[in-house]
């Protein structure tokens, strides 16, 4: 069902979307009052520490966790304290709660446990993004990093860095027309981050495959390694197509099973096979407890422009 309603939004002509334009500026009267509303009557949280919102614009998958795993990283070799906020997509959290690499997928959601597994930062973690910052703000740190935090109003922001990708280009309508949640000029103050490919002419990042890794012994190959030569890729995430791209550019003879994204891995999900499984790292933190000798981890690396790392030393 999702690949198919993102060929109707990028692939298929722009008039069939008419019919469900008056959705679309429905839509838009509906979320600009609830802006309005959380802005201008309710009272907004305010931090006693800087505020960092990672976020986006369309629905799907831009790279806000990786950037955010990068940006935390950057900033602790930069000397700066951060604690990151994940909402726990798809947890049972109602109340904050601090997470570790071995804390429960299913408990606190898989981005909570991949954000402790990929930096030094505390994680915090539940439903309620104030309540979780007043968690935050009761300890010691230069930063509070809120990762997918864009559309949570209640809380005051002193910096949006708002990612988006080169599908927002091919169609900028809103729900359900398009993938917009919000349009642009939400969030005129906000430096924008163009993600996901190469040769950028604004401030961005992009990502690549750094390496394979076994999880049995923690060795690192390369992908041009003949025992990858024909392998299973396994994802849940929102979008896998750069993925798969970047491994067939390697010659990979690549078979792919893909699942929803946040979707919570079973043992029978994992195919019976001595072909080498290849799965995401945001993956392995679901499938760990159940995992073959023969499933490698695809170890993504962030790469940042010039003009991004310009934007991130305002910080300092």
Known sequence: MQRLIFLIWYKFPKLILIPFLPLSILFLISIYIRKFLLINIFNRYTSKHKIIIVGNLVVGGSGKTPFTIWLSNYLKEKGKETIIVSSGYGSSITSPKVITEISDPRQVGDESVLLSSKTRSMIVASSNRVESTKYCDENKTDFIIHDDGLQHYSLNRDYEFIITNKNMRDNKFLLPCGPNREPKFFHKKSDFIFS?????????????????????????????????????????????????????????????????????????????????????????????????????????????????????????
Request: a negative charge.
């Open 196 to 316: 996901n490919y190469k040769g950028l002419q604004y401030p961005g990042f992009y990502s690549e495959i750094a390496g394979v890794r076994s999880h049995i012994d923690n060795k690192t190959y390369n992908l041009d390694d003949n025992r990858f030569s024909q392998s299973i890729l396994l994802t849940a995430i929102a979008d896998n197509l750069s993925i798969i791209e970047e491994l067939q550019s390697y010659g990979i003879d690549l078979n792919t099973l893909s699942y929803p994204d946040h979707y919570q891995f079973n043992k029978l999900d994992i195919p019976s096979t001595d072909l080498p499984i290849l799965v995401t790292e945001k993956d392995f933190v679901k499938i760990r407890s159940f995992a073959n000798k023969n499933i490698y981890i695809l170890e993504q690396k962030t790469i940042p422009n010039d003009k991004l790392l310009k934007i991130v030393e305002k910080l300092l």
